[in-house]
């Protein structure tokens, strides 16, 4: 019995001498991301006739407004021709249609009615876009609705 005893006294001391292991180990991370380029929060902007001249319809009080972010380099931002649906009675031609724009952020630039591609920064780019259309000679805005839209792009 006293072996036992020992035996099992010497089982018990050399189990407590030996401490819990602890284990760690690393769990990886990684991706690729690409770059994108995308527009967000935009708002309407409010077409208006120039109160000291009836041939001119624009933005210019009011412009659209768009968030474009660019995740990297290598994108560029461009503005498609407006397109202006005018109320029926609305009959005489447009002598001018067009947009521009205003960059501040990442890019800044103005640009005036153009379609070419303009290189835009890595990060945020807030624009301000704005329209524009006239009439010559007797030719005046008529009362009624008008629904203008410019596409932007970021290819």
């Known amino acids: 019995m006293m072996k036992t005893a020992l035996a099992f006294g010497g089982l018990a001391a050399l189990l407590s001498s030996c401490a819990a292991q602890a284990a760690t180990g690393d769990v990886p991370f990684n991706g690729t991301i690409a770059g994108t380029c995308m527009f ?32 990297s380099n290598g994108y560029n931002i461009s503005m498609d021709t407006p397109t202006l649906v005018r109320p029926p009675e609305d009959t005489t031609p447009l002598s001018s249609i067009g947009g ?7 890019t ?19 624009l301000n876009i704005f329209f524009f259309a006239g009439k010559t000679g007797m030719n005046i805005f008529h009362a009624g609705v008008y629904d203008a839209q410019i596409t932007m792009r970021c290819e």
């Not at 521009?100 to 990442?106: N, P, S």
């Open 40 to 71: 967000v929060d935009g708002t309407a902007g409010t077409l208006a006739i120039d109160p000291l001249n009836y041939q001119n319809l624009t933005s210019l009080a009011a412009p659209g407004t768009l968030k474009v972010i660019a995740t």
């Open 100 to 106: 521009a724009y205003h960059a501040t952020g990442a």
């Open 108 to 126: 800044v630039v103005n640009r005036f009615n153009t379609d070419a591609p303009y290189a835009l920064n890595q990060g945020t780019t807030n």
